[in-house]
């Protein structure tokens, strides 16, 4: 081989050489949605009562709230194979449709419950 060519066999070799990947590290929860989120199905029922809407797809689950100033989604998805799923994300909007953050749907629909009790 001449010079060239131990060259780029060289720089073939050290492009396959693998570099550790970083661990996964979970995001931080949104502000408002400590209540629920990492949690089971049954702290948001307990929180919110009965959902408007229950769908399973495998082993996911999304719920749905729905009151007068908001609608929450909160999606569950077990953390290992054959867990209890969690709620990993939530999605909020208001009725007409315009953007409001999820915690801040989450208070309303807390306070809304709480007033009618």
Same mark, same amino acid.
Request: net charge neutral; glycine share 10%; with cysteine.
């Given at each position: 081989?001449? #010079?060239?060519? $131990? /060259?780029?066999? /060289?720089?073939? &070799?050290? #492009?396959?050489?693998?570099?550790?990947?970083?661990?996964?590290?979970?995001?931080?929860?949104? !502000?408002?949605?400590?209540?629920?989120?990492?949690?089971?199905?049954?702290?948001?029922?307990?929180? $919110?009562?009965?959902?408007?809407?229950?769908?399973?797809?495998?082993?996911?689950?999304?719920?749905? %709230?729905?009151?007068?100033? =908001? &609608? $929450?989604?909160? %999606?569950?998805? !077990?953390?290992?194979?054959?867990? &209890? !799923?969690? *709620?990993?994300?939530?999605?909020?909007?208001?009725?007409?449709?315009? *953007?409001?953050?999820?915690?801040? =749907?989450?208070?309303?629909?807390?306070?809304?419950?709480?007033?009618?009790?």
């Amino acid at each position: 081989m001449t #010079g060239r060519s $131990l /060259a780029l066999a /060289a720089l073939l &070799v050290a #492009g396959c050489a693998t570099t550790p990947r970083p661990e996964a590290v979970a995001p931080p929860v949104p !502000p408002g949605l400590e209540a629920v989120l990492e949690k089971g199905v049954d702290v948001a029922v307990q929180l $919110l009562g009965p959902s408007a809407l229950d769908r399973r797809e495998g082993e996911a689950r999304h719920l749905q %709230f729905a009151g007068a100033g =908001c &609608v $929450l989604d909160l %999606f569950y998805y !077990p953390p290992a194979a054959g867990q &209890v !799923p969690v *709620a990993t994300h939530a999605a909020a909007r208001r009725p007409d449709g315009s *953007a409001i953050a999820p915690g801040d =749907c989450l208070r309303l629909l807390e306070s809304a419950r709480g007033s009618a009790r």
